[in-house]
């Protein structure tokens, strides 16, 4: 078996899920904005942003956009995960929700 020398980085999103990633994208880019050490993350998500922000059925990622996207959105999700487990009722039922949008997001795009 041959691997694969080329892999497509174009997502089709609707628009909650569109809605979603933007405003994740955009709290990563306030928290991490300020700090030198993130230089190519935050480059990288002003990009994703940017895609995000058209109005561009197919969205093309770059191998580096999606490996950083992808990457944060593991982490979110095991935050959420532990977040969810803890906590009084509303608490847990708001990252219960959320964590469920964002796995949704993850399986339906992103797993390999």
Do not use: P
Not at 41 to 66: C, G, H, M, P, Q
């Amino acid at each position: 078996m041959s691997k694969l020398q080329f892999k497509n980085y174009t997502y089709t999103f609707d628009k909650n899920e569109k809605k979603i990633l933007l405003n994740f994208c955009d709290t990563l880019l306030k928290q991490m904005s300020a700090d030198e050490k993130f230089f190519q993350d935050v480059r990288a998500f002003t990009s994703i942003v940017e895609k995000l922000r058209s109005n561009e059925y197919e969205i093309k990622f770059t191998k580096e956009e999606r490996t950083k996207l992808v990457f944060r959105l593991k982490e979110n999700l095991e935050n959420m995960k532990k977040q969810a487990t803890k906590g009084f009722f509303i608490r847990r039922w708001f990252y219960k929700s959320a964590y469920t949008q964002f796995k949704n997001i993850f399986e339906k795009h992103f797993s390999d």
